[in-house]
């Protein structure tokens, strides 16, 4: 008997591991604290862990006034609950912790724009502080800066926040989307060789002929100049002056396409405290700026408050602040900005406090939650940040923290500012195109013509260099992941989302739980040797697992046929997104057939996806091998690039297929697999020619002759079936009978494009079904007929089988 074991459990296990990042099994036990513990944390100033400490303290004794006086601290310190912080303050408060309690209430209600309320705080402050406290001047200057902010708040901006990311301070650029039409934010290092501050921002107009930007003033505070660009070179610059540029911080410049409305921020007094975001235009007239006007509410508050970009093309505008985070984070905050915002009357100061902070919809319930720590909130706010990029199908990162290796991370980097670079390009070559079908003059046509030519190379060429890239960072981060999990330090980083179902993109149903030894080690042995020839032991571990993988696909492919062929009738095939292609939902459907159907159709769509799993884990490893190869000793293997260009092919011709609007089609998401399938073999012709050349002998298993693929019930049956197979391969054809190939079996014709790669289609009906088998070829021998298989595979049917027809009958031989 042949022995029937399940060695697909241990790659499943090891493929949820991967797959399935942040799942409970690696969430670490609540670290417990003593309130001892809790103050020493707190008063060596590490906030972020004292709230952690006293969030655990709080869960133990809810009501102990102490806890919520230090918890309340941390949270304003860490600004994670400002509005969880002034309800612990006040409880302090009411239970007489200490006086110091007015202090932190008040800088609480300012930070949650309560002004009169922060006022009354502070005073209350004052009136118990000594003389020698160090805090009363600060004190006073806050009362000040509250009142000020009173004022500037009467009329307030009521936005509709439509995005929140956190980023590192230098790297807020990133998050900023402007349209071309509108010009470039860059820092000054991008723009200036040097004599400028490096890592402060400049605006360079859309036609690229005058640049405003910061610099350091004789007095060392930061101010704004311009230059303009002349026929030979750029002329001197220019002091913005006074009522721009004051004794204090003036900086990150921003002009609307007007050419006269300015943007830019400023910590002199007057304001809210920190930077302000402040408005002002150029009259004309006198060739100087009006007084600046602060924008207030919401984009202002008692932190920094900076860095205001519109494009008007688009109705966005984006603005930077740290009044949600610490350290070197900053919030960049888009907003909808179409020209209909106008600063209206406020009715009340929780209108003022509500606005200030600027929520995204939905977040007002998270908004009043208690006990979660900066690191959470970082991970909540970020709900469509910078980028959306797949690490596999079931974990997506959306920030540039989420990178857990420095090296996928600077390649990812670098690969993220050619996308923007191609998307420039892409938008200057749609713009040339139009003016090319409106133009009538010859002359100018040949001109839009070259250029366009070359956009297009241009735009190819960065495309070509993402895809690559992006491929080493997939299997870098992937790697590092793998890495921490053995460790047992693995933690998913921010705003990293699983974007789908471990089980029900891996999981097979129990009922087909089975994997027979020989069929596996048919397939792994092919390859086995190369392998070990060319490839570290987690590779390895990889590849054997996408030789799995593929194994089960053509196993549970012919299992939905021959589920199929048992069903009565069949329901229509629909569109449906790649990204749903395995919900159970998306191919469960009531038909008069019930359950065979919609289990024939449900395995037919799970082998489909365990296909494009096999050869996507593969074609990543297999490339960067390959790549290496080619840059190392491509002129010396001509043979090994030709075979390498042409899956690389297979994978890009895959790729556009799947990348199509509106989502594929079954038949075509199976043709894809056939196509990556191509490109993946492709890969291996090459990787084994490179390996003889060198002297490395790979002797493949040859499959018997005339061996085929076995059908489940085949498996069941044991040795005698094997035997019985090896045995009719040399028997003699019967009269009229004869060995074709089944591709399937099918209510719709299948595709007439696949149908015409492929030898001649016959069909038979089911007989009281509204069903068809559908062969290829007419063949002598068993072993003709097997030959073919792979060229029909190759067409987009994949799981083909030889069968034996005679008289109308078909059977398996």
Not at 139 to 157: F, H, V
Request: with cysteine; proline share 2%; charged share 25%.
């Amino acid at each position: 008997m042949i022995k029937v074991k399940n060695i697909y459990t241990k790659s499943l296990l090891f493929a949820i591991i991967i797959f399935g990042v942040g799942t409970s099994i690696l969430n670490a036990q609540q670290k417990t604290y003593t309130s001892k513990e809790a103050l020493k944390i707190f008063n060596s100033g590490n906030y972020i862990e004292a709230e952690e400490a006293y969030s655990y303290l709080l869960n133990q004794t809810p009501r102990d006034a102490s806890y919520n006086f230090y918890m309340g601290i941390c949270q304003l310190n860490n600004k994670s609950d400002i509005s969880g912080a002034i309800k612990k303050l006040n409880y302090a408060r009411v239970k007489k912790v200490s006086r110091n309690v007015y202090y932190y209430l008040g800088k609480a209600q300012r930070a949650n724009f309560r002004f009169d309320e922060a006022i009354r705080n502070f005073s209350m402050y004052l009136k118990y502080a000594s003389k020698s406290d160090k805090r009363v001047e600060e004190t006073k200057n806050l009362i000040e800066e509250c009142r000020t902010a009173q004022r500037l708040s009467a009329k307030i901006y009521e936005l509709s926040v439509l995005d929140k990311s956190i980023s590192h301070k230098d790297s807020i650029l990133e998050l900023y989307y402007p349209s071309p039409d509108v010009g470039s934010v860059m820092l000054n290092q991008e723009f200036f060789d040097s004599g400028v501050k490096p890592n402060v921002t400049l605006f360079l107009t859309e036609r690229k002929d005058i640049v405003y930007f910061t610099s350091e003033s004789e007095t060392d505070s930061l101010d704004i100049f311009k230059m303009e660009k002349l026929i030979d070179g750029w002329g001197s610059k220019t002091d913005l002056k006074n009522p721009v540029n004051t004794e204090f911080n003036d900086a990150y410049p921003f002009i609307e396409t007007d050419g006269v409305t300015l943007y830019f921020a400023s910590d002199r007094p007057g304001g809210f405290g920190g930077y302000d975001i402040y408005k002002t235009y150029f009259d004309v007239e006198t060739q100087s700026y009006v007084e600046p006007i602060n924008l207030g509410v919401p984009f202002n508050s008692s932190e920094d408050d900076f860095l205001f970009v519109a494009d008007e093309f688009n109705g966005v505008a984006w603005f930077a602040s740290n009044r949600e985070t610490n350290g070197d984070d900053v919030m960049v905050y888009s907003v909808k900005w179409d020209g209909s915002q106008v600063r209206n009357m406020a009715q009340d100061a929780n209108q003022i406090s509500v606005a200030g902070q600027l929520l995204l919809a939905g977040e007002q319930e998270e908004n009043s939650n208690v006990g979660f720590t900066y690191s959470e909130k970082k991970k909540r706010v970020s709900v469509k940040t910078e980028f959306e990029f797949a690490i596999n199908d079931t974990l997506t990162y959306l920030n540039f923290e989420d990178f857990l290796s420095d090296e996928a991370l600077a390649l990812f980097r670098e690969s993220y500012k050619k996308q923007l670079e191609k998307d420039e390009l892409s938008a200057l070559m749609t713009a040339k195109r139009k003016e090319y079908a409106v133009t009538n003059s010859a002359e100018e046509q040949n001109a839009l013509v070259n250029e366009i030519i070359k956009l297009e190379t241009e735009v190819y060429n960065i495309d070509d260099f993402i895809k690559e890239q992006n491929i080493k960072v997939r299997y870098i981060e992937l790697q590092e992941i793998k890495k921490q999990i053995s460790n047992g330090t693995y933690q998913p980083n921010s705003s990293s989302q699983p974007s789908g179902s471990v089980e029900e993109a891996l999981t097979v149903p129990a009922k087909y739980n089975y994997l027979v030894s020989d069929e596996f080690e048919q397939q792994a042995l092919k390859l086995n040797d190369m392998y070990v020839s060319l490839f570290s032991a987690s590779d390895i571990e990889e590849l054997k697992m996408a030789d799995s993988l593929y194994v089960w696909a053509s196993l549970l492919h012919m299992e939905a046929s021959n589920i199929l062929e048992e069903s009565a009738s069949a329901e229509e095939e629909r569109t449906i997104q790649v990204s749903n292609i395995l919900k159970k939902d998306a191919v469960q459907e009531t038909s008069e057939s019930g359950e065979l159907i919609q289990e024939s159709k449900f395995l037919a769509t799970l082998s489909t996806k365990l296909y494009h799993k096999s050869f996507d884990k593969k074609y990543p490893i297999y490339w960067l091998k390959l790549n290496g190869i080619i840059e190392n000793e491509g002129n010396s293997q001509a043979e090994v690039v030709g075979f390498a260009s042409k899956g690389n092919a297979y994978f890009n011709e895959a790729n556009n297929i799947l990348s199509k609007a509106g989502g594929v089609t079954i038949e075509e998401y199976q043709k894809v697999a056939a196509i990556k399938k191509a490109g993946v073999e492709s890969q291996e012709k090459a990787l084994i020619t490179y390996a003889q050349n060198n002297s490395k002998v790979i002797e493949q298993q040859e499959e018997p002759k005339g061996s085929i693929q076995k059908s489940y019930s085949e498996l069941q049956k044991g040795d005698e079936a094997i035997q019985k197979a090896q045995v009719v391969k040399d028997k003699p054809l019967v009269d009229k009978g004869e060995y074709r190939i089944q591709i399937g079996v099918f209510r719709n014709s299948p595709n007439a494009d696949s149908l015409a790669k492929i030898p001649p289609i016959t069909t038979l009906e089911i007989e009281g079904k509204d069903l068809t088998k559908y062969m290829a070829g007419h063949y002598n021998s068993i072993e003709e007929a097997t030959n073919a298989i792979e060229s029909i595979e190759a067409a987009g049917f994949n799981g083909a089988y030889v069968v034996f027809v005679k008289d109308g009958v078909v059977s398996k031989p």
